[in-house]
C-alpha cells in the first residue's frame, strides 16, 4: 500500500471515529476556543463607542486616564474605576532609562526656574511660591534617581465600561466619571479612536492610544488593586473575547 493511501485511510478512519463521539466534541474538532466564544462582529462605525454583536447586543466605551491628582493615596487612586461593575482595566507600565529620566528632569528645572523668575518679576508672589515648590521637588526626585533610591516608569490607563444598551452605557459613564472625579482623577472617553482603546483593553499587551503618564516608585504603587482579591468579573469572558 502506498503512502498516499495510507494517509486517505487515516484520514477515512477518523471521519468514522468523530461520528461515533458526542456532538460536543465535534464542535470542538471543527473550531476553536476562541471562535466558539468570539462574538459575531464588532461594529466600530461609532466615533463614541462599540456595539458588540452576538445574541444579545452589548455597548462599549473606552476611556483613558487624562489628568492625576499631585498626591496619590494608597490605594484610592483607580478603587473606584476598579470596583465600577462591568469594565475592564489595563495598565500598561514602562520604566524609564536613568540617562533619559535625568536628561528629562533638567529640562523641567530650567523651565520651572525660568517661569519661576519671569513670576518674581511680575510680583506674582502665590505663583513663584508654586513654581519654586514644584522646581525643589523635580530636584529632590533627580537626586533620588541618580542615587539609585528612586525610578520613573511611564503608564497608560485604560478602561473599557460595559453596558446591555446605549441608555445605561451613558449613564454608567456619567457616574463613572462623577466617582473619579472625587479623587481628582479625570477620564476622557477615547473619542474617534474607540476601536484603538478596546483592542487596548484585550489581553493582547498592545497600547495603540500610548496616553501616558510619568509615575515615580513610590506613586507607582498606588496603581496596583489591593483592594480587592478578585482581578476580574462574572463577564470577564464575554466581554474580553
Given at each position: 500500500?502506498?503512502?498516499?493511501?495510507?494517509?486517505?485511510a487515516q484520514e477515512l478512519q477518523g471521519q468514522r471515529n468523530d461520528y461515533t463521539k458526542p456532538d460536543e466534541y465535534r464542535i470542538l474538532r471543527k473550531k476553536t476556543i476562541k471562535e466558539l466564544i468570539a462574538p459575531s462582529g464588532v461594529d466600530t462605525t461609532n466615533i463614541d463607542h462599540l456595539e458588540i454583536i452576538s445574541n444579545v447586543t452589548r455597548y462599549?466605551?473606552?476611556?483613558?486616564?487624562?489628568?492625576?491628582?499631585?498626591?496619590?493615596?494608597?490605594p484610592e487612586l483607580f478603587r473606584d474605576m476598579y470596583l465600577f461593575g462591568d469594565i475592564n482595566t489595563s495598565i500598561y507600565i514602562n520604566p524609564v532609562q536613568?540617562?533619559?529620566s535625568q536628561n528629562e528632569l533638567n529640562r523641567v528645572i530650567n523651565e520651572l526656574e525660568t517661569e519661576r523668575i519671569v513670576a518674581a518679576d511680575r510680583g506674582n508672589i502665590n505663583r513663584e511660591s508654586t513654581l519654586g515648590?514644584?522646581?525643589?521637588?523635580?530636584?529632590?526626585?533627580r537626586d533620588e534617581i541618580a542615587a539609585g533610591y528612586n525610578k520613573l516608569y511611564e503608564a497608560s490607563i485604560v478602561a473599557t465600561l460595559f453596558a446591555y444598551s446605549l441608555d445605561d452605557l451613558n449613564?454608567?459613564?456619567?457616574?463613572?466619571?462623577?466617582?473619579?472625579?472625587k479623587s481628582l482623577v479625570n477620564i476622557k472617553s477615547a473619542w474617534a479612536m474607540q476601536e484603538e482603546a478596546f483592542q487596548s483593553n484585550l489581553p493582547l499587551m498592545e497600547d495603540k492610544i500610548k496616553k501616558t503618564h510619568?509615575?515615580?516608585?513610590?506613586?507607582?504603587?498606588?496603581?496596583f488593586p489591593f483592594t480587592t482579591s478578585e482581578v476580574g468579573h462574572p463577564t470577564r469572558n464575554t466581554t474580553r473575547s
Open positions: 500500500m502506498s503512502k498516499k493511501t495510507q494517509l486517505r462599549a466605551r473606552s476611556f483613558f486616564v487624562s489628568s492625576l491628582p499631585r498626591m496619590c493615596t494608597f536613568e540617562s533619559k515648590q514644584k522646581r525643589l521637588e523635580a530636584e529632590q526626585l449613564k454608567y459613564t456619567k457616574l463613572l466619571s462623577t466617582e473619579m472625579s510619568t509615575f515615580d516608585r513610590r506613586s507607582m504603587g498606588t496603581v
